[in-house]
């Protein structure tokens, strides 16, 4: 037998067997408490930690009594799934259907809470100038991965994951809504969170990828209202300038 014909001849290069290597890069999944870290109210609640109490490369852990019974978040779960599954529905069933869902998946929040929750959900869907919001030209938890260059060109790529509560065309404009449950919710642009700006402009960032014709806007739709705040696109600025500038490759969601 010629040995260049031989089982060894067939044998692929070591570098075959080995895992390809990562090509580095900033990822940031969008979730904000990794973008910057929050505690948990007693509802379930984010709450933003003041700035001098954490950095970026390190979150805060959350005090274990906040994670009881599957609570963390619980509020802002239920009132998220209500909001993409309900518009759906003829508007007659909508307070038996979110009844019936808060009842069952909410079981370890207490009566006035699951009550809260639907009455806060059906009160901002009934609202007349929030159908835009909710209607044909819109789409609901929206997945968005995109990989951005760094202004100028040089510099690692970001690379961005995450998912939009709603996405809304409005004629030659884009609307990206951000549901959030805080009680109470502040009344200026610039008191929101820096989480949830960090966030906005993250996926402004990543829609501008898709829509690069039209103007993309970003604005959060308060529950406890209902109210709809728009942030304006020179905060965004900032913040969008802030995403380029973290160091931590370690942002797990």
Do not use: C
């Given at each position: 037998?010629?040995?260049?014909?031989?089982?060894?001849?067939?044998?692929?290069?070591?570098?075959?067997?080995?895992?390809?290597?990562?090509?580095?890069?900033?990822?940031?999944?969008?979730?904000?408490?990794?973008?910057?870290?929050?505690?948990?109210?007693?509802?379930?609640?984010?709450?933003?930690?003041?700035?001098?109490?954490?950095?970026?490369?390190?979150?805060?852990?959350?005090?274990?009594?906040?994670l009881r019974d599957?609570?963390?978040?619980?509020?802002?779960?239920?009132?998220?799934?209500?909001?993409?599954?309900?518009?759906?529905?003829?508007?007659?069933?909508?307070?038996?259907?979110?009844?019936?869902?808060?009842?069952?998946?909410?079981?370890?929040?207490?009566?006035?809470?699951?009550?809260?929750?639907?009455?806060?959900?059906?009160?901002?869907?009934?609202?007349?100038?929030?159908?835009?919001?909710?209607?044909?030209?819109?789409?609901?938890?929206?997945?968005?991965?995109?990989?951005?260059?760094?202004?100028?060109?040089?510099?690692?790529?970001?690379?961005?994951?995450g998912q939009i509560?709603?996405?809304?065309?409005?004629?030659?404009?884009?609307?990206?809504?951000?549901?959030?449950?805080?009680?109470?919710?502040?009344?200026?642009?610039?008191?929101?969170?820096?989480?949830?700006?960090?966030?906005?402009?993250?996926?402004?960032?990543?829609?501008?990828?898709?829509?690069?014709?039209?103007?993309?806007?970003?604005?959060?739709?308060?529950?406890?209202?209902?109210?709809?705040?728009?942030?304006?696109?020179?905060?965004?600025?900032?913040?969008?300038?802030?995403?380029?500038?973290?160091?931590?490759?370690?942002?797990?969601?």
């Amino acid at each position: 037998m010629d040995p260049a014909s031989g089982p060894d001849a067939l044998a692929p290069p070591d570098w075959a067997r080995r895992p390809a290597p990562r090509e580095p890069g900033l990822a940031i999944p969008l979730a904000p408490s990794r973008l910057a870290p929050l505690e948990i109210d007693t509802e379930g609640e984010p709450v933003e930690l003041p700035r001098e109490k954490y950095r970026l490369e390190e979150p805060s852990a959350i005090a274990p009594a906040a994670l009881r019974d599957g609570q963390r978040f619980l509020r802002g779960t239920l009132t998220h799934a209500l909001l993409q599954h309900l518009p759906g529905l003829d508007s007659a069933t909508w307070e038996g259907a979110a009844n019936r869902f808060v009842r069952s998946r909410g079981a370890a929040l207490s009566q006035r809470v699951r009550d809260s929750i639907v009455a806060e959900t059906l009160a901002l869907l009934r609202r007349s100038d929030f159908a835009p919001l909710f209607g044909p030209s819109s789409q609901a938890e929206v997945p968005i991965v995109a990989e951005i260059e760094v202004p100028g060109g040089k510099g690692r790529k970001l690379r961005l994951t995450g998912q939009i509560d709603r996405l809304v065309r409005l004629g030659h404009e884009v609307l990206i809504v951000d549901y959030k449950t805080n009680r109470p919710p502040p009344r200026r642009a610039e008191d929101v969170a820096e989480a949830y700006t960090l966030q906005l402009a993250a996926y402004r960032l990543a829609v501008r990828q898709i829509f690069q014709e039209v103007r993309v806007r970003a604005a959060v739709l308060w529950t406890d209202g209902p109210d709809i705040m728009e942030i304006p696109a020179d905060l965004l600025d900032a913040q969008q300038a802030r995403l380029f500038a973290l160091e931590t490759l370690n942002l797990d969601a």
